[in-house]
């Protein structure tokens, strides 16, 4: 049965020229259904790493003076599968209607995936399919869904499997811009962990090589999460107008794609994990180690980064227990030797592209 979205769909003169069959299996596939007061409501999976989430949010102002008047497409960056709950969480905590949330199709498994698809809103997305007439309708029904609902999703893809931020790919870009509506932004978004709870698996994977069940990894989560606590914080930028982009404009699709990356890449919480791990050398003195932060904490305040902390000391007294912790470095009489140079490299690689002109990447 098809409803009003699909119906829609269905009636496009490109999506025509696949067989309707194809196209309506498809179709049934994305099609999402949004129930609200799911966030608090659900025995979530995860649940109980989700406790362990100090949810914190900055420039809200931006989103609460578009709401009323705007469809709004966020786009964030993506650390971690916890994204999902923790960013449209902050927007249900202060009462801001809650988008439809593109999601990977891996987390459409199982008891999960069920309350993905008929409860959550989220829609299944086949990041690597190359079929024409899956990536029509994928454009198609996007552009359709946010005549209707604001969206939520992630232009790198899937997560970052390095630390550092992803390019941005232009699919999503170029259906929402097809949806004709004078009055969308996009609202860039930016989110960071002083841990991840999936840094040790993504760290040593570095490179997302083959799709993996999400009970595995949700197992493997869930391990990570003993003694596990962190902070996030959910930074919204100002809105940007895209009523006026051409879809059929390469040109301003990528200028668009580039734009809100850049706009992410400046609004991410340079956190004092982040700070510890890029001045970090394989075994430092504590003093030096400070100036070093010292060093580098002025060099990006020149640059107007979102700023965690403002002393070499301050980041030390922050960011040494955590990431002892997790058993990333040690601390041995004033001095620091690090223990899993992979994972520290992972949060040094974070913040790599506000440093990228300096040449200082490597």
Sequence with gaps: MHDDISEAVLSREEVLKYPREQVSAYLEELRTTQRHKFYRALQHPLYPILRKIERRHENLHYVTGAVGSHRIVYASNHKSHTDYLVEPLVLDDNGIRPPLIAAGINLFGGPLGLINKHVTGAIPI?????????????????????????????????????????????????????????????IPVAIAYDLVLEDHILAHQHVKKRQRPFRREVAEMVRYAVGYRSRAFTTFGAPISIGDRDVHSRTDVLELARLVRNRIGMLYKVLPTALFAAAMRPNIARRDLESRIDRLIEELAARHANLGATSGREVVEEAAEPLETRGIVVAERNRFRVRERTVLRYYARTIEHLLVTTGRTH
């Design 126 to 186: 086949r990041r690597n399919m190359k079929d024409p007439a899956y990536l029509i309708t994928l454009k198609a029904y996007v552009a359709e869904i946010v005549k209707k609902h604001d969206l939520f999703f992630y232009p790198e893809g899937g997560r970052s499997y390095s630390g550092e931020l992803k390019q941005a790919k232009t699919g999503l870009y170029n259906a929402v811009i097809e949806s004709g509506r004078s009055d969308l932004v996009v």
